[in-house]
Structure formats: C-alpha cells, structure tokens
C-alpha cells in the first residue's frame, strides 16, 4: 500500500475484513505524517484522511501481500567518527568502561559541559552519535582527550590479552561455563534487568571477567524491558515501557559469514519462532542476548521477548523455553560446546531437558545415560526463599507446550512431568522450574549461609529420611563487584593508601587490613564530599518529578531547599516487597519525629525502590511514604526518589552514612545493596537476615534485634521497630553527632574502617566466582570430560550401576550393632564400632557405610553430626557383611550415634541425589 491510500473496511461471510485500496490526491502533510500498524489487520494504516478521492474502485483493489504490507527494508546508520577517534569505538563496545573510571570520564569528555552523558543514560554508542561532527573534528587535534584515549585504549587491550587468575591457576582446564539468567544488570543503560537478580549477575559476568574464567552469558534482549516508574500525585506508583533502540546500543547483532544475522528456532503450540542473538561484550565475557521481534514471528512471539516479568503464565512458559532451549541452540549455532551451565535461578531450567534431548540425538543413547551426563555438569542458584516464589506451571499446559517435546526425550506424561514434582505420584502437582534445576543439577546452593538452611528445610520433600544438615544443597554466599560500585572519591583513596592490589586482588584480605592507614580526616572529607553529591542528586531528581506532576512554582523552589548535606542520612532503597518492610520505620511518626526535627542532630532518610506492577500491597507502602513525606513536619526530610535503578542505587550507595535493611528473617535470600553500600563507607543497620546475618560481627554495623523469627506477623513489626527506634536514639544517632576538636566523629570514623575492612574482601564478587569455580564448576566440568570420554563410556557404566543399585537398595539393612565398651566415653578418647550388614545382591564396594554421631537434642534428634567411615572387615554367614569404625568422643554431654549405609560409586557426585539411605 502506498501512502494516499485509505483503507477501507469490506466485511465478507467470514467475518475477516478485507480493504480496498483507494488511493488519494497527494498532500504534503502525508510525507511526515506517523504511521502506525493495525496489529489486528495487518495493515500500515495513515492518519491522514482524504478529503476526496479521485476514484473508487471497491473489489477491484490491487492484491498486495502481508509481506508488503508490513515489511520494510532496512539499513542502519552509525556515527562518523574520524579515523584518528576510532578507539572509541572499540572502547564503547566493551562493557568494561562501565567499571573503568577512567573510561568513563573520557565519554564525559566529549561534551565541554559534560552533560550529554547523563542525558544519554550511561549509553556511549548513543552519545557518539549525538556529538556533532564538528566536535568530533575538534577533538582530533585535541591533545589533552587524544593521550586520554590512548591511555584507555591501552589498557583495554592490556586487559583483554593479560593474564588472569584462572590461566595461571589452572592453565590446562578444559573448563567452559555457561550462564543463565532471566535478567542481567550490568549497566542502567542496558535495561535487560529489574532488580537484585540481574545486578548480581551482572556483577558475575564482571567479576568472572576480571578472574578470566571461560565463561560465556545467555539471556533475553527485552525490547522494552522491566518498566520505568513514576508517582501520580496521590503517591500511587504508575508503570512506563519505553522500547530500547538495540542499534543504538553497545552491542553487536552475531550474524554469519555472508552477513544474514545468525537465528535459531523453538518450538510452540502449532508453529516455530525465531529468535536472533545480540552480543553485549562484558570483558572478556560474551553476554549473548536473544531477541524475537523479527518480522517472520507474529506479532505474540514477537513480543515474548518484549517485557521482563510481564504477562501470564503462557507467556512467561514462551519465555523460559527461549531461555533456556532457545539458550543451548544459540551456543549450539556459535560454536560454543559448554562444559558445565549454571542456572541462576530456576527461569531457564528448560536448558537441562535440551542438552539431555541434544546428548540422545548426537550420541545415540537412551535418556538414563544422556541424563547422567548432562545432571553431573549442571549447576543451580536458587535465590527464593518461600515456595511462593517459584515458577510453576499447570499440567495442561505443560502438555500443550511439551507434548511433542517429551516424545524426542523418549518420556511418556507420567515420566516428564516427574521431573518437575515433589510428589510425583500427585497428578494434580504442576510442573516447578526449581524441582526441574535440582533433579537435573549436580549442585544446587542457595545464596547465604542462612539461606542454604532455609533452602534446605524447604526442599526436604525431595530426599524423604536425610536429616535437614545432609540435604544436598550448599551455599555460596553472594557477593558485589566492588569497583563497579565504588566512588571515584573513595577509589582513589583505595589508590593511594591501600596500593594496586585492591583491583587486582580484591578478594584479599591482607590488602584491606591496610584501611586503617587511611587517615580520618581525608576519609571522612571524602564520604562527606559524596554526601553532598547525593543531596544535590536528589534534588535534581525531586525538582523533576514534581514538575511531572504539574507542580506550581512555589513547589520547585521548594525542592531545592529538601535534605542538608550535612545531616545524618539513612538510605532505605530495594524492591518494594511486603515482606522488607519499608514502613517499618514510620510506625511510630511522633518518636520518628522527634529524630527527624533535632536542629542539633537532624536526621534525614531517603526511600528509593519499585513495587512489582500487581503487587498493591507494596504500591501502598509507597503511597504511604509519599504521603508522610508531604507532611509539613517531614517535607525537609524525607524524600522517595523515583525510578530506582542503578544510576540511582549507585548515588544513594556512594552517599549515605547508614544503611537500613527490615526484612521479615528469614524471608531475604542474601540482599547485596547494604554490600554496595559498605564498600563506600556506609554503616549498615539491619535485621539479621540473608548476608548480614554472617557479616555481623558487633563492629561493623548494628543488628535490629538477635535473630529471632516470630509467628505472629505484627507482634514482629512491633518489636523489631522499637528496636530500630531505640538503636538509632541510643547508639547510631549520638556516635554520628560526637566530634572531637577537630569536628571528626572518631567512634563513627572507626566503624567505617571496620565495615570496609570486614565487607570488602569477604563479600566480594570476586571471592565469590573463585567459590563457584573451584568449588562448584570445576568438578562438574571434570565430571563432564569424564562421563563423556570414550562416547560416554562411564556414563553408561554409572547408569546401569544405578539401576542396579536402586533395583536392590530394599535388601540393604544394619543386622546388628557392637560397641567394645558401654562406659561413658571420655573427650579425646575412641572407642570400636561393628556393625553387621546386610547388603543382598550388592558388593561393599557399592555402598559407604560410616558412624553418623553428634550431640542429642531434647527430642532425640541427632545434631551437628559428624561421621566416621567404616571399613569391611569380612563376610559373615547368611551373606551379611562386617564392618567396623571408631567413634571418636570430642564435646562433652549426651551423644548419640547411628550406622548410615548411603550408595558409592567413584562417578557419583552426591549420593544422596540417589534417595538411597539406611540407618541403624
């Protein structure tokens, strides 16, 4: 259809409408006139309507094809940057500016007033092409910003070909991760990410970076990603999609060598979708994001990658098949053979079921071996901490979407639909992502310590008689990339007094032992100096959403007259969930008063954060919070900034001296902003739940009670905000407003070390990946390469001794049990152990039998065990065997022990996977 002609609707029998083409006189209004696209008809449709045409011709239109109809051809226009700038390119294109500070300040540079960056949103490719040409021409002969460029450029090659931690650690491994994640944070401009999930991954990908770890990123190039948030004038959060230009962004569309882009295809209801790759480069690491809105997808695949966490069930299960089958076929197009895949989060478990269906078809086995394989090189991160916040979806629509899918794993109903049930046996139980990650993963860790024991308990239905310390899940506790949040102030203190190791080693806890030779003085200037900068941020940002509103004048002035630089500063800013509490510190506004109005000690919180799009509960808090926050008595002292994101998050982290963290313990998984924060020098104040609960150790911050956990909901709110109250009148708010001479808060200065100190090293992302790889990834990629030598010979071996094992594990039983002595045991002392087993058709070199022994609780339960293997001492009649140990006493007080018999197999990576256990 050319434009001039309107587009008339001509209903048929069929119900369908049909136009006729009538084409129109020419106006010039038609060349710059919007056009817009009638998903329904499938028609470009012109707003401009003609006042008459100078022929009708209805059912004799010209046939134009759909094709015709909505495709255009397409070209894509780069900035002209001069040859001798051209590094700017290779730089732009590189996510490591984002943690280079030095890299930034050059993009800062190409504007004199450095303000198009800001506008720009952290997106270099975006303000390169902005510059005019005549400050591109201008910067060519500008001496100061060419030995800039040059500097950085030669250190980004200096990082991209130096050596690394894991080259020279482990310079023969054949190691090749793949990570998975629904979103990634790695730098505001690249909106693929809402919260803490994606900038934990975010900071994955950086730190495995700087480590050198072979890994390699997947995810979803969300069109218009996780929503922008803005407050209505009642305080009622409202959600904006604004669509992101990917030709506009630092990222490369992966295409083949005659130039077509590369595309892979899954598998829905009835069709195929296509999805292209996109490449963000984060270092050394490939972040590789797939992207569906291609003209040959109609127009409901087209927007699967469109929103992040938007939709229903049905579009959330197009999602996670494009995650995670999609994910694998993409590397598989590439070139790119993983090792081990990691599943951050239980969103692309998918990819497990792909790689057994890809192991089938390539090496000709059947799915117990192609299973083994694939279940021993993957590993699962769960980050929820309450089932409620697992992905599930209903057994019919799993058979819509899988019917045909199970049949190439050769599974029937019954067998595919196990593989994500508790119960498998529970027709009605829908299908769990999380079940799905932990059956075919040979590691599964929750994200804190506290949360590994929560994770634990919850899915104890899994491995019915293993006590709850024995669950195969472990925990790597989360961790921040530590200079991609810090200061350029704060850096360049780390510079002078700490020494180069804290970039390159920062995970060390020696280097961070020489905080202390920071002197106060400079220390405190310096978190002052960012405090300040915080404030006239938030001004900044108050002025404009109250104009957004239709503020009068009077308000705008007031804006800039909010907060005092030089007051206390608490900093609450996280997903606005229920269950962290963000009114916590309002409940009682007269005492909370009485802190915010003390002209000798004021105080001053800034609120930041977003509530899930149908989550009411948690728009009302915010809603609360703007209504308080207009108080006249609070107006100069509480303020809620708007679209919390990582531009944000980064001020408030840089700026605050306290922050506050209220979850309901143990309902936070670990929480990385109060790391973030603690990296610069803030103080944390928090409930002792997720990361805190370890970091805690009585110098380093205050604890909101000691704890405990409580049944009843508002009795907790109660006490934990007396508390908070009483913490902040009786310890944080005095030690902040007592100087000495020279106007230094010593004690708080002091606290400030220790944090840093204590945060720094330990909760570094950097400690965090080395924990993942050496303790997690290198195994299963060993596992990998030996399973799958020889076409799968072990893999093979291991499965049918399993079939064995499982076949006879009801013969296995503990006959009897011997000890030498039945007098007490004293600490330090042994004593010999028999038992006699009955192993049936099994060897002893099938099973593991060992003293599982520990102190006695109340009720009988065996606690903090420990155990003791026993070895086979001979063969007794009737075919038991005989085994014997020692038992070691070491605490004093009453003890238990029992015999536990669990399956071994050198191949094996965790037995208790097998739900195979006997005591006696």
Not at 53 to 79: C, M, N, Q, R, S
Not at 536 to 548: H, P
Not at 568 to 580: D, E, M, Q, V
Not at 607 to 635: M, T, V, Y
Request: charged share 25%.
């Amino acid at each position: 259809m050319r434009k001039g002609a309107d587009a008339t609707p001509v209903a048929d029998a069929g119900g369908a409408a049909k136009f006729s083409l009538l084409p129109s006189q020419p106006d010039r209004s038609m060349l710059s006139a919007p056009w817009r696209v009638d998903a329904a008809a499938q028609v470009r449709i012109c707003p401009y309507t003609p006042v008459q045409p100078w022929f009708l011709l209805l059912g004799e239109a010209p046939v134009v094809k759909e094709a015709d109809v909505t495709a255009a051809h397409t070209y894509t226009v780069i900035p002209r940057i001069p040859d001798r700038l051209k590094d700017l390119i290779r730089i732009a294109k590189n996510y490591w500016w984002s943690w280079d500070p030095e890299a930034v300040d050059l993009f800062r540079r190409l504007e004199p007033r450095q303000l198009l960056w800001e506008k720009c949103y952290a997106n270099p490719i975006r303000m390169l092409g902005l510059v005019s040409q005549e400050r591109l021409v201008e910067l060519t002969a500008d001496d100061g910003f060419l030995a800039h460029m040059d500097r950085v450029a030669m250190r980004l090659s200096s990082y991209m070909q130096g050596g690394t931690w894991f080259t020279q650690t482990y310079p023969k491994s054949t190691l090749s991760v793949a990570y998975f994640c629904a979103e990634f944070g790695v730098v505001e401009g690249l909106r693929v990410y809402s919260g803490g999930l994606g900038i934990l991954a975010g900071d994955h990908l950086k730190s495995a970076s700087d480590l050198g770890i072979p890994l390699t990123a997947v995810g979803l190039a969300y069109r218009r990603g996780y929503f922008r948030q803005y407050l209505n004038a009642d305080g009622w959060q409202q959600e904006e999609y604004p669509e992101a230009d990917y030709y506009n962004l630092p990222l490369n569309l992966e295409r083949r060598p005659d130039g077509a882009p590369i595309t892979i295809e899954v598998e829905y209801p009835g069709r195929k979708v296509q999805a292209q790759i996109w490449r963000a480069q984060v270092g050394r690491v490939p972040l590789y994001l797939l992207d569906t809105d291609l003209p040959s997808n109609g127009p409901e695949d087209r927007t699967v990658t469109g929103y992040l966490y938007g939709g229903d069930k049905d579009v959330r299960i197009r999602q996670e098949i494009l995650l995670g089958v999609g994910g694998v076929r993409a590397l598989a197009a590439l070139g790119i053979e993983p090792t081990v895949c990691h599943l951050n989060e239980g969103h692309s478990a998918f990819l497990a079921l792909e790689r057994v269906r890809r192991t089938m078809e390539e090496q000709g086995v059947g799915f117990p071996v192609a299973r083994e394989l694939v279940t021993a090189s993957n590993v699962f991160t769960t980050h929820t901490p309450v089932p409620a916040g697992i992905d599930v979806f209903p057994p019919d629509l799993m058979d819509r979407y899988f019917s045909a899918y199970q049949r190439g794993l050769a599974l029937n109903r019954d067998q595919f639909l196990a593989l994500g049930r508790q119960n498998p046996a529970d027709q009605g139980e829908p299908f769990s992502m999380a079940v799905l990650a932990i059956r075919l993963s040979s590691a599964t860790n929750g994200v804190s310590k506290l949360h590994g024991r929560v994770s634990r308990k919850m899915w104890a239905g899994l491995w019915p008689g293993v006590p709850a310390d024995d669950l195969p899940i472990t925990s790597v506790t989360n961790g921040v990339h530590v200079r991609g949040w810090l200061s350029h102030d704060m850096a360049g203190l780390f510079d002078a007094y700490l020494g180069p190791h804290w970039i390159s080693h920062p995970a060390d806890q020696s280097v961070w032992e020489r905080v202390d030779q920071i002197p106060d003085a400079e220390l405190w200037r310096t978190h002052e100096r960012r405090r300040e900068r915080l404030v006239a941020f938030a001004r900044r940002r108050l002025r404009m959403q109250i104009e957004r509103r239709g503020a009068p004048p009077d308000q705008l002035e007031k804006a800039e007259e909010v907060l005092d630089p030089k007051a206390l500063t608490i900093g609450f800013a996280r997903r606005f969930a229920t269950y962290k509490r963000a009114t916590l510190l309002l409940r009682d506004l007269e005492r909370m008063g009485r802190l915010l109005s003390d002209a000798q000690r004021p105080v001053q919180i800034m609120f930041a954060g977003k509530a899930h799009p149908r989550d009411d509960e948690g728009k009302d808090f915010i809603r609360q919070i703007i209504h308080i926050a207009q108080r006249p008595e609070f107006r100069q002292s509480i303020v809620f900034l708007e679209d919390y994101d990582i531009k944000v998050g980064r001020y408030l982290y840089q700026g605050v001296d306290v922050w506050l963290n209220t979850p309901r313990r143990p309902l936070e998984a670990s929480g990385t902003s109060g790391m973030k924060a603690a990296v610069n020098g803030a103080i944390n104040l928090s409930v002792l739940d997720g990361w805190w609960d370890e970091a805690y150790d009585g110098t380093n911050g205050w604890a909101i009670g000691r704890g405990e956990e409580y049944a009843d909901a508002n009795y907790q709110n109660q006490v934990e905000s007396e508390a908070l109250y009483n913490t902040l009148e009786n310890e944080v708010v005095p030690m902040f407003y007592t100087r000495g001479r020279d106007g230094l808060p010593r004690e708080w200065i002091r606290r400030m070390k220790n944090t840093m100190r204590t945060v720094c090293p330990t909760f570094s992302a950097t400690r965090m990946v080395r924990e993942y790889t050496e303790r997690l990834y290198l195994p299963a990629g060993q596992q990998w390469d030996a399973l799958r030598a020889e076409k799968l010979a072990r893999a093979r071996v291991l499965t049918a001794w399993k079939e064995q094992v499982r076949s006879h594990w009801r013969e296995v039983q503990v006959r009897s049990v011997q000890e030498d002595s039945v007098a007490p045991l004293e600490a330090g002392s042994s004593r010999v152990i028999h038992a006699e087993i009955v192993l049936g058709a099994l060897r002893p070199e099938d099973v593991s039998v060992t003293v599982y022994t520990g102190p006695l609780s109340a009720e009988g339960e065996i606690l903090s065990a420990e155990t003791f293997e026993m070895k086979v001492e001979g063969r007794q009649q009737g075919g038991a065997y005989m085994f014997g140990g020692t038992l070691r006493g070491k605490a004093t007080g009453l003890h238990g022990f029992q015999i536990r018999i669990l399956p071994a197999h050198e191949d094996l990576p965790n037995p208790m996977m097998m739900n195979c256990i006997t005591w006696g």
